[in-house]
Antibody, heavy 121, light 107 residues
Framework: EVELLESGGGLVQPGGSLRLSCAASGFTFDNYAMSWVRQAPGKGLEWVSSISGSGGSFFYGDSMRGRSTISRDNSKNILYLDMKSLRADDTALYYC??????????????WGQGTLVTVSS | DIQMTQSPSSLSASVGDRVTITCQASHDVSKYVNWYQQKPGRAPKLLIYDASNLGPGVPSRFSGSRSGTDFSLTISSLQPEDTATYYCQQYDDLPLTFGGGTKLQIK
């Protein structure tokens, strides 16, 4: 059974940094791309970033490009998102999602329950 | 960026009704559109992938179709548990983009 468990969210001041983690199990981790998708309170879904199964290719949406770094540790089956220069509009529930293929261009077939990031002074 | 224009933004229907939600892509995205269901307080769940393929474990009352850059999600006979927000998403090109969502309520 596929399981994705996010952690690392919390309250951070504007301009601060945070590292999100997603522990994956139930599938061959390095065979699949992984993504981060966020949802601001009461709003829709927004793609943040994706990384290929090997970790050699990564892609970012406009909202966090230059302020975030996606990475993965295939020996530990963990996905990361390092975020810096956080702003109030980064406040959201951040979901980890498994992609159906090794590259970015597939569908999100499994989702974690999300980790909440709140940016506020 | 490819815009996914979803309509309606909200919808109320009765149990047993046939319900259709549409999504129009601003550019050709071939068949690369997926649909997700998000129930209140829950993570999204895959319903339809590649425009018309049913996701694993998804009831057969859900179906998807494509006509050019127009995509539809249809529920053939609405059930109480279908109360949720539905999102379309394209993956033909980066950035990956979602529609604005359709909130479906049962009358």
């Amino acid at each position: 059974e596929v399981e994705l468990l996010e952690s690392g969210g919390g309250l951070v001041q504007p301009g601060g940094s945070l590292r999100l983690s997603c522990a994956a199990s139930g599938f061959t981790f390095d065979n699949y791309a992984m993504s981060w998708v966020r949802q601001a309170p009461g709003k829709g879904l927004e793609w943040v970033s994706s990384i290929s199964g090997s970790g050699g290719s990564f892609f970012y949406g406009d909202s966090m490009r230059g302020r975030s770094t996606i990475s993965r540790d295939n020996s530990k089956n963990i996905l990361y998102l390092d975020m810096k220069s956080l702003r109030a509009d980064d406040t959201a529930l951040y979901y980890c999602a498994k992609v159906s293929v090794a590259a970015y261009n597939g569908y999100f077939d499994f989702w974690g329950q999300g980790t909440l990031v709140t940016v506020s002074s | 960026d490819i815009q996914m224009t979803q309509s309606p933004s909200s919808l109320s229907a009765s149990v047993g009704d046939r319900v259709t939600i549409t999504c129009q892509a601003s550019h050709d995205v071939s068949k690369y559109v997926n649909w997700y269901q998000q129930k209140p307080g829950r993570a999204p769940k895959l319903l339809i992938y590649d425009a018309s393929n049913l996701g694993p474990g998804v009831p057969s009352r859900f179906s998807g179709s494509r006509s050019g850059t127009d995509f539809s999600l249809t529920i053939s006979s609405l059930q109480p548990e279908d109360t949720a927000t539905y999102y379309c998403q394209q993956y033909d090109d980066l950035p990956l983009t979602f529609g604005g969502g359709t909130k479906l309520q049962i009358k």
